[in-house]
């Protein structure tokens, strides 16, 4: 066991002696200088491996591979190679921040990245700030941007929940109607989709005339659906967790081939899960919002089929070796992207190990712009250092023959909201 | 004659369409030996249950000590000084026996504490064995103990629910010294089927059968009484 | 009564752990003031389920009540950490307290299934107030109210020694406890209810007695875990919490004194080193938990009491 | 909606739940009742049998219909092997004694989720439904296979009712239910049907959950809410009684379904602050207070 409890021993005392004592006789000390220099990096991975976000997990997992090995091929961070410690906490919050002590404390990584789950998130996040090691989250949420963090904690991957329902509103309003009835999750991921659509439908000049909020545990929803008013132009769906493929499948039953109204939905409803599914055929025509369009695009840029590649994805955003196993495409970028962020900012700061953490920090705080390209395939995005909160562009694409294509980008200038906090203001 | 320490009437109980005490008128007199009889099935330990509220009463009046106990729970009559001894040995086995009198004792708040369970423990005889788990000792011991836990109360009345069966000999001669030693501070009920320490102990006799009272008296009338004679002999 | 063994043995394992904190690495600093919290909460168990035989899978409904007295008190109300760490193991009684009122009616098997149902509307009703409570998600407590005058309970070592302070306390009054006449009654009621009811016990209060003292521990835990971790949130309300001290208690040995903590201590190292070698650790807290009912149903210490030293409390 | 519409879709919805909550149900209600078992597991008996319909369907060639009959058989039997296994290798050493197995039956809950997440992975697994038909009724369109799922139900749970009335097997069952030690000297092998017995409950929780699959999709972590609801059916039915768990299940399922259907219907503040979370803690409450105050559940008798 690599482990120790108590340090330090007599025993790794008198070996680190006996080390040094050759070193110094035989005269290799420079040597033993660029040795410590070229030590690689470690960087930490929360990672949902077991426990509700076990289906993004893997993929997370499989993308922060794959651009760990196009960083480590260019050379790795300031000429020093890279290595990533994956450690699952189980999508639990308490786990979670034991995770990212271990990996901080004990596997001595200079920093930890890759949570998606709000709780786990928002449960780790103390333990960033009281370690005072880096914590780069993937995650969507509105929780960095909204200041309940805390200086430690940034999320420069992935636009933020608030952000990318803002974005969507005037597209809703202006292309599919303007009387929206909401289904969303009863906890706070479902709450965050209620008040910041509401008030951006409300600002287009349309209004939420329902909202339904669908209890956690809930497997089945066909009873929920006769709230929908008639008068429905929109149903506006965000569903997370294993039922969300029943959650549409009934829809498809409730509405059949009638006159139903507009459908838009959140893509996390139906991350991993296959467009062509059986009872999914309804879903034709309809539309979703993706961070990351899942089907490759007619006009996808080289970096785009640069990093499906890379990633080991086809061009219906499957697995290259197994069709079957689909995706978590309009997620997954985001742990890519942050491995690119944090060489960039581990080489801003001149970064050499432990001591040069808050020097990290400030460099990402200082950051703004990151260019679309093979580190950023996703697209361009801006960086807010006050809010630690990385804004980027979203995309609406429409169900047609089974596939998802990309009717609408917003700009980055639709998702841009008033800062709520200023980190840099705060003590590190 | 003393004052009546514990009245019964009408007491019943029925199981179903089993009448196992049905309308019992009973007087237990202050610092007496009374003993109920009767055939297997008669009642008696429905009947004592009863008394110390191990059972609710369907319809009828207990009372104790001029206070009316029938709708008191069980634990209460205990602290009211209503001890009962189990039929099957009913003790701590886990425990030690210092421990199992004890509880006994603790229950009475007795004080020093020790020195109460010691006591009841030297009046048994097993003050040796204080240390022992209690379900490593011989059977006969751990009816002894069961009488222990019984004397540790410090009752007023104590109901003892077949003593002595399974004693030895031997056992049964402690037994029955200790039984006397009780009264006349306390006074004894007691189910018994062992003929011979009935008509030793008991100054008073109870004789149940189906689920009614069929005769009481002194050991002798008893003896003497027809009805008796023919429900035991089954003529 | 205490035996002097058992009141030095205790004292050492104290004085041990007291003597580890400047040697530890900074990592397990962290895990030992986690493993002292989840004892007290096992310990807090082990009074209910060890000593008085209430099998109950509802706890973490008491763990949750000190845990959110402390988390909301402090975030809604400005309350201070050290006020909150009193309000804890007062919510947690309270509510073992009108659990236990409910639930005693029932025992064995109807008990454990009113106390996971209690537990389960807990739970339900943490999600429900999400205004509140910030639901699924949780509240992060402000790192400066986690203080106590001027010491910072965020930083290791205030963090390790208040975790120690509580931790010797619970476990010097559960020494007490069980000790005392009083617990010797508890012992009687799990060993032969009907027994200690014709020695004039009532079974009702006792067990309500104990549950409320084993709230009063949980709830102690959960205010300590908030204010020393900093994170409140509904999954610490979940079923697992309740099957954690059981399986914890079920290790260590049931109606010992160090049981608890001895079983916190081994299954979070487990778990700990487990994970880093394979994903499959539900499956070790699986095994373990049928493995300890089948081949050593009284736990560590509990077989070592049995063999070896009966003097163990 | 019509009011109509909104009745229908409410009854369809309800009996739809309410019979595959039934099958569940009656597997638990069926242990308890000859074991004195309460098994913890059952919910991941019910998700075993629904990963387990994925891989028959996903593996076998041929129509779905073809596929899915094969499930529905196979799924049980290989679910209903585990639990005879489960309760050879672990019950019966615990020697049924019911605290010892609650908690057991907790960690056979933890590994047969390990497992099936190890083996089947994280994600939702679809099965196409072996009818492929919907109904359209005024007002809204119905899945036609969930009218099946109902019929299906109604009649696994006459040919469990027959089972236990008209057949020797089920003689057996209810002697030793009665008194094992005088079963045993009748010459019943108790250990047999005791593993007998603990196999048809998850068989049962195993059946439903394969005609679930086509509208749920499996998933490992999809025995929470079967276990609760069954737990909460067979305490209201009356512990150990089938005949009240059937009809526990069909006020349960409909409940459940039609809370959220009618509320908003009669009560307009349904929704802002009587939601379905409210709802449910409410339900559990409920079913908690019966346990206390009526354990004989709703509809069974006080034993004497």
Known sequence: ?428 | MAAVILEARGLTRHFGGLKAVDGVDFDLRQGEIHALIGPNGAGKTTFVSLLSGRIEAQSGRISFDGRDITRLPAHARVRLGIAYTFQITQIYAALSVFDNVALAAQSRGSHPLGAAAMEALSRVGLEARKDQIAGTLSYGHQRLLEVAMGLALKPRLLILDEPTQGLSQGEIETFNGIVKSVVPEATVLLIEHNMDVVMELAEWITVLNFGQVLATGTPPAIRANPAVQSAYLGA | ?313 | ?304
């Open chain 3, 1 to 313: 009564m205490i035996d002097r063994r058992a009141l030095f043995l205790h004292l050492a394992v104290l004085a041990a752990l007291l003597a580890a904190l400047p040697m530890l690495a900074a990592y397990h600093v962290t895990n030992i003031a986690k493993i002292m919290v989840l004892a007290v909460y096992a310990m807090g168990y082990n009074i209910a389920f060890g000593y008085t035989g209430l099998l109950s899978l509802g706890h973490a409904m008491f763990f949750a009540a000190g845990l959110y007295a402390a988390g909301m008190g402090i975030s809604l109300f400005g309350l201070s950490a050290a006020g909150a760490l009193v309000l804890g193991p007062v919510a947690g009684g309270l509510a073992a307290t009108l659990v236990g009122l409910l639930a005693l009616r029932t025992a064995g098997v109807a008990f454990m299934i009113v106390t996971l149902m209690f537990a389960q509307a807990g739970y339900l009703t943490i999600l429900y107030f999400v205004k509140y409570t910030r639901g699924d998600e949780g509240i992060v407590i402000a790192r400066a109210a986690r203080a106590i005058g001027s010491v910072d309970l965020s930083a290791d070592t205030p963090r390790y020694l208040l975790a120690f302070g509580i931790f010797a306390l619970a476990l010097l009054l559960n020494l007490a406890l069980v000790r005392s006449p009083f617990g010797r009654i508890m012992v009687a009621m799990r060993e032969n209810e009907a027994r200690s009811r014709m020695l004039g016990y009532n079974p009702y209060t006792v067990k309500l007695t104990a549950l409320a003292v084993s709230g009063v521990y949980a709830g102690a835990a959960g205010a300590a875990y908030a204010v020393v971790f900093g994170y409140v949130g509904a999954s610490l309300a979940s079923v697992q919490y309740s099957i954690l001290p059981l399986l914890y208690v079920l290790l260590g040995g049931a109606g010992t004194v160090l049981g608890p903590f001895l079983g916190a201590l081994l299954m979070f190292y487990l778990i700990d080193y487990a994970s880093s070698a394979t994903s499959a650790y539900l499956f070790i807290v699986g095994a373990a938990l049928i493995l300890l009912v089948l081949f050593a149903p009284k736990g560590i210490l509990g077989t070592l009491r049995e063999r070896h030293a009966r003097w163990l409390p």
């Open chain 1, 1 to 428: 066991m690599t482990n120790k409890l108590i340090t330090p021993t007599r025993r790794t005392v008198l070996t680190g002696m006996a080390a040094g004592g050759a070193l110094l006789a035989t005269g290799l000390t420079p040597r033993f200088a660029q040795a410590q220099s070229s030590e690689p990096i470690k960087l930490g991975f929360q990672l949902h491996r077991t426990g509700i976000g076990a289906a993004y997990g893997r993929w997370y997992e499989r993308t922060a591979t794959a651009a760990l090995k196009v960083v480590n091929d260019a050379g790795g961070i300031n000429g020093r190679p890279v290595e990533i410690l994956f450690e699952d906490d189980g999508t639990d919050p308490a786990r979670g921040a034991e995770v990212f002590g271990k990996l901080a404390t004990q596997s001595n990584c200079d920093l930890v990245f890759g949570a998606l789950f709000s709780h786990v998130v928002i449960g780790t996040a103390p333990r960033a700030a009281e370690l005072k090691v880096p914590y780069l989250v993937c995650s969507e949420g509105h929780h960095v941007a909204s200041g309940m963090l805390n200086r430690w904690t940034l999320q420069p991957g992935i636009t933020d929940v608030k952000s990318q329902v803002q974005g969507m509103a005037p597209f809703v309003t202006q292309n599919l109607g303007k009387k929206v009835a909401m289904i969303f999750p009863d906890f706070a991921f479902g709450h965050d989709h209620r008040d910041y659509f509401s008030a951006a439908v409300a600002a287009q000049g349309g209004e939420v005339i329902a909202q339904i909020a669908i209890p956690p545990t809930e497997t089945t929803f066909t009873r929920y659906f006769p709230q929908i008013p008639a008068e429905t132009e929109v149903i506006y769906h965000v569903m997370v967790g294993p039922a969300v493929l029943t959650f549409v499948k009934e829809l498809g039953e409730f509405y059949g081939t009638g006159a139903r109204p507009q459908l838009f939905g959140f893509m996390d409803s139906l991350e991993a899960v296959d467009i062509a599914s059986p009872g999914l055929e309804f879903l034709d025509g309809s539309h979703f919002w993706e961070a990351h369009p899942r089907y490759k695009q007619a006009d996808a840029s080289e970096a785009e089929t640069f990093y499906r590649t890379a990633v080991g994805v086809d061009d219906n955003g499957a697995a290259a070796n197994d069709p079957a196993d689909v995706a978590t495409y309009s997620h997954m970028f985001s742990t890519w992207e942050t491995l690119f962020i944090i060489k960039a900012a581990m080489e801003a700061s001149g970064y050499q190990g432990a001591a040069d953490r808050q020097k990290f920090v400030e460099a990402l705080e200082a950051m703004t712009d990151f260019a679309e390209g093979a580190e950023h395939p996703q697209g361009a995005k801006t960086f807010n250092g006050k809010t630690h909160q990385a804004f980027g562009i979203q995309s609406i694409s429409k169900v047609e023959g089974g596939k998802l294509v990309r009717v609408h980008q917003t700009t980055l200038e639709d998702g841009q909201y008033p800062d709520e906090v200023d980190y840099t203001t705060q003590s590190f």
């Open chain 4, 1 to 304: 909606m019509q009011l109509g519409s909104i009745f229908l879709l409410a009854l369809l919805e309800g009996l739809v739940s309410a019979s595959v909550l039934a099958l569940t149900a009656c597997g638990l209600s069926l242990v308890f009742g000859i074991m004195r078992v309460v098994n913890v597991a059952h919910g991941e008996f019910f998700m075993l049998g629904a990963v387990l319909a994925w891989f028959t369907a996903s593996l076998m060639p041929g129509p779905p219909a073809l596929t899915f009959v094969a499930a529905l058989v196979i799924c049980p039997l290989i679910v209903g092997a585990v639990a005879a296994l489960a309760d050879m290798l672990v019950l019966k050493r615990l020697n049924y004694e019911p605290e010892a197995t609650i908690v057991a039956t907790i960690g056979l809950l933890y590994i047969l989720q390990q497992g099936a997440l190890t083996v089947f992975g994280p994600n939702a697994l679809p099965v196409p439904a072996p009818l492929d038909f919907r109904l359209q009724f005024p007002g809204f369109g119905y899945s036609g296979y969930k009218i099946a799922v109902i019929l299906a139900a109604v009649l696994l749970l006459l040919g469990l009712w027959l089972i236990l009335t008209r057949t020797r097997i089920g003689l057996v069952m209810r002697a030793t239910q009665i008194d094992r030690a005088t079963a045993r000297a009748f010459g019943i092998n108790v250990d047999r049907v005791y593993a007998g017995v603990f196999a048809m409950g998850a068989g049962l929780a195993a059946i439903a959950a394969v005609l679930i699959v086509p509208i749920q999709q499996a998933h490992y972590l999809m025995g929470a809410d079967p276990l609760l609801l069954s737990f909460s059916v067979v305490i209201i039915g009356g512990l150990g009684s089938l005949r009240g768990t059937v009809v526990a299940a069909l006020l349960i399922g409909m409940v459940d379904q039609m809370i959220p259907i009618f509320m908003p219907v009669v009560f307009p503040a349904y929704g802002a602050w009587f939601t379905p979370t409210l709802a449910k803690i409410i339900a559990t409450l409920v079913v908690a207070l019966v346990l206390v105050f009526r354990p004989q559940g709703l509809f069974g008798k006080r034993m004497a």
